[in-house]
C-alpha cells in the first residue's frame, strides 16, 4: 500500500543510460527501455525492463521519459520523428549539452507541449543510485517535484533553477574545476614520484591539504561576492614568490611545468592590475576579463 513505484522510460542504453535503467528496475520503477542498438536493451530486460520497439512506444509507456544519449543530435535524431507523441509528458534530459544546447530543447519539448527539465550527472555510471552522488537539474519545477521520488532514486537531486542552462552551466564549471584539481594532484604526484614516493603514499596527504583547500575556498567565495579580496591570510606577491618554488623542483626533476607557468602567469597578470597586496581571489578580477 503506498509503495508503488512509477513508472519511467529510459532512452539510451549506453554505459551511462544502462545504469540508469539497471538503478531504476533495482528500486521498483516499472521501466521501460529502448535504445538504437537493440542488443543493449537484452541484460536490463534481464532484470525486468520492458523493451519498447520503436522510440514512439518508448515515449507512450510512462509519464516520465529519461534520455541519456550521446548528444544533443542524437537526442533530435532519436526524438525529432515522434515529437507529437511527447504530448503530456515529463521529459527528463540527462545527456551532456551546452546552456544554449538545453535551452534550444526546453523550447523544442514546449513546443510539443511537454514538460522539460535538463540535468547534469555528477558521476560515472558505478555512482548511480548513491545518495552521496549530485544530480544536477534545472527547467520545469513541476517536472521536478512531481517526479523527485523517482529522480531521488538515481543520486541526490539539486535543483539549480527554472533557467534551463543552469545544470548544463554548472556542469562545465565543475567539470573545469575537476580536471585543474585531478591535472595539479597529477603534477605534484609525478615531482613526488621523482623522489621514489608513490602515489598512494603521496594522495592522502592530498587529500588532506584538499580539506583545507576547502577552507579557502569558503572565505575567498564571498570575497568574490564582496568584489574585496583582503591579502590578510597570504597575498598573491607572496604566492608568486612561493609559486618559484614548485618550478624549480619540477624542472629540476624534469617534471612538465606547463600547468605551473600559466597558473604564476595568471597571478603576475592579476598582481599588474594592482591586486599583488590582496588575496588569491582576486585572480578572478583577470579571469573576468577574459583573453583581450
Ligand atoms: N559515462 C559517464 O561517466 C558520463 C558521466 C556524465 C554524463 N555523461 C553523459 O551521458 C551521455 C551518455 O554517455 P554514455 O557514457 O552512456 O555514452 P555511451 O556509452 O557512448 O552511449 C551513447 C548512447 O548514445 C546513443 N547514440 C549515439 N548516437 C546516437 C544517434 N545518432 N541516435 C540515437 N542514439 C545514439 C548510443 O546508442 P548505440 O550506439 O548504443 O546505438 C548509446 O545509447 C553523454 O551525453 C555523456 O556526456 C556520461
Not at 79 to 90: E, I, M, N, T, Y
Not at 150 to 172: I, M
Not at 238 to 266: S, W, Y
Request: glycine share 10%; charged share 15%.
Amino acid at each position: 500500500m503506498g509503495t508503488e513505484r512509477s513508472a519511467v522510460t529510459v532512452i539510451g542504453l549506453g554505459q551511462m543510460g544502462s545504469a540508469l535503467a539497471a538503478t531504476l528496475l533495482e528500486r521498483g520503477h516499472p521501466t521501460t527501455v529502448w535504445n538504437r542498438s537493440a542488443r543493449k536493451a537484452q541484460p536490463l530486460v534481464e532484470r525486468g525492463a520492458r523493451r519498447a520497439a520503436t522510440p514512439e512506444e518508448a515515449v507512450a509507456a510512462s509519464p516520465l521519459v529519461i534520455v541519456c544519449v550521446l548528444d544533443h543530435d542524437a537526442l533530435h535524431a532519436t526524438l525529432d520523428p515522434v515529437a507529437g507523441s511527447l504530448a503530456g509528458k515529463a521529459l527528463v534530459n540527462l545527456t551532456s549539452g551546452s546552456p544554449e544546447q538545453a535551452q534550444e530543447a526546453e523550447a523544442w519539448a514546449r513546443s510539443h507541449s511537454a514538460g522539460y527539465l535538463d540535468g547534469a550527472i555528477m558521476t560515472t555510471p558505478p555512482g548511480v543510485g548513491s545518495p552521496e552522488m549530485m544530480f544536477l537539474y534545472s527547467g520545469s519545477h513541476t517536472v521536478f517535484e512531481t517526479h523527485r521520488p523517482t529522480l531521488a532514486a538515481l543520486g541526490d537531486p539539486l535543483h539549480l533553477g527554472a533557467e534551463p542552462g543552469l545544470a548544463s552551466l554548472y556542469d562545465a564549471a565543475l567539470l573545469g574545476l575537476m580536471w585543474s584539481t585531478m591535472t595539479g594532484w597529477l603534477h605534484g604526484t609525478a615531482l613526488v614520484g621523482a623522489e621514489k614516493t608513490e602515489a598512494t603514499a603521496f594522495t592522502p596527504v592530498a587529500i588532506r591539504w584538499l580539506s583545507a583547500v576547502t577552507g579557502f575556498l569558503t572565505t575567498y567565495a564571498a570575497q568574490v561576492d564582496a568584489g574585496h579580496y583582503p591579502g590578510d591570510d597570504a597575498t598573491v606577491d607572496v604566492q608568486i614568490a612561493a609559486i618559484d618554488h614548485l618550478l624549480h623542483a619540477a624542472a629540476a626533476r624534469g617534471i612538465d611545468n606547463a600547468l605551473p607557468e600559466l597558473l604564476k602567469a595568471t597571478m603576475e597578470r592579476t598582481r599588474d592590475l594592482g591586486h599583488g597586496s590582496d588575496s588569491y581571489a582576486s585572480v578572478i578580477e583577470v579571469l573576468k576579463k577574459g583573453a583581450g
